[in-house]
């Protein structure tokens, strides 16, 4: 089977949150991190960032970029940082 998008959203969900948590200072940060990312789920933001990645890949005019650690950094871990 071929996949559409370089990432299925497992994929995209693990690396977005590996890349969220290798932000943390500390080892107290890095256990909040891990919390919020368990109650990330019901809001449901990383699901919403897996959506818009997908849209700007399938628009022939962005970048494909967007599954790279720096397009994941750029979008999907730069929202979660702002609602962390």
Known sequence: MVKK???????????VGELFLAE???SSELKDRKLFLQ???KM????????????????SK???TQFTDN??????VRILN???
């Open 71 to 76: 397009g994941l950094k750029h979008q999907a």
């Open 82 to 84: 702002m609602i962390y």
């Open 24 to 26: 943390a200072k500390s």
């Open 5 to 15: 998008y370089p990432m299925t959203y497992k994929e995209f969900e693990k690396r």
């Open 62 to 64: 962005s970048p494909n």
């Open 44 to 59: 449901r933001t990383i699901e919403g960032e897996y959506s818009h990645a997908c849209r700007y890949y399938d628009d």
């Open 39 to 41: 109650n990330e789920k």
